[in-house]
């Protein structure tokens, strides 16, 4: 069986980076949360404005208020697809502004744009958005378009690890020159960090899966699983050995 380190409050995963539980990442220096795929007013833009409540637009920024607070965060920065899509309703947007608002209130509040912001950067819900930013000598990007830079951080491929065939939690990857931060979005638990489409992904940022450590997370803990390499070639182990036909032993007749 698999298990990770003991469990913790936080883990450093990269310098200067902590992974927290609920799926947030901190730069200790700066004391900047750092928050990935939050997707504010899904429920709005995939029902096509048919007046669904926004349930998880108020559950993310319930638990980015606490995150922040927790952590005395002196900024808050969206790692891109803050919302799900440009085109949703009046009222939707005006929750979304609203609920963003409630951030402005307890600290700074940077978005860096992401691939569902589209054209127009998601500015009219909101306000002014980077591309990029710099924070304590790391990049914040969104991660859809791998750039070979120093240092970066992203969200984008919402990385989690599977546990069993239905059940999955979000999960960082990271080494000394990138981290991706798991989805705070509940829909989708985008790639599994011990599979293929996984490896593929970082593969475009120049790394290797023996350069990268999974840090697992609830919403109360994290757990550190070591190097991703480790973790692909045990599960590898484990899932050649469900799959392996069952050997019969020879009896005497």
Do not use: K, Q
Request: proline share 6%; glycine share 10%; charged share 20%.
């Amino acid at each position: 069986m698999i298990r990770p380190a003991a469990a913790c409050d936080s883990y450093e995963i990269a310098d200067g980076v902590l992974a927290l539980p609920g799926g947030f990442a901190l730069l200790a220096r700066s004391r900047t949360l750092l928050c990935a795929d939050a997707h504010l007013g899904y429920e709005d833009v995939m029902g096509g404005g048919a007046a669904l409540p926004l349930w998880s637009t108020a559950e993310i920024v319930g638990a980015i208020v606490v995150a922040a607070r927790r952590h005395d965060a002196r900024e808050i920065v969206f790692l891109g697809d803050a919302i799900h899509g440009a085109g949703m309703s009046a009222g939707a947007a005006r929750a979304v502004a609203g609920a963003l608002d409630a951030l402005r209130a307890i600290a700074t509040v940077t978005v860096v744009a992401g691939n569902h912001e589209g054209r127009t950067r998601g500015t009219a819900i909101l306000g002014a958005t980077l591309e990029a930013c710099e924070r304590d000598g790391w990049t914040l990007a969104h991660g859809d378009r791998p750039e070979r830079r120093a240092r970066t951080i992203v969200g984008h491929l919402h990385p989690s690890l599977r546990l069993a065939p239905n059940v999955t939690v979000p999960a960082f990857v990271g080494g000394r020159s990138l981290v991706v931060v798991p989805a705070l979005t509940p829909y989708s638990p985008g790639l599994d960090v011990a599979g293929d489409a996984c490896a593929d992904a970082l593969a475009a940022w120049n790394l290797a899966p023996r350069e990268l450590r999974v840090v697992a997370s609830d919403a109360n803990r994290v757990y550190p699983f070591g190097a991703l390499s480790a973790l692909r070639g045990a599960l590898h182990l484990v899932a050649r050995d469900r799959s392996a036909p069952e050997r019969r032993r020879l009896r005497p007749g």
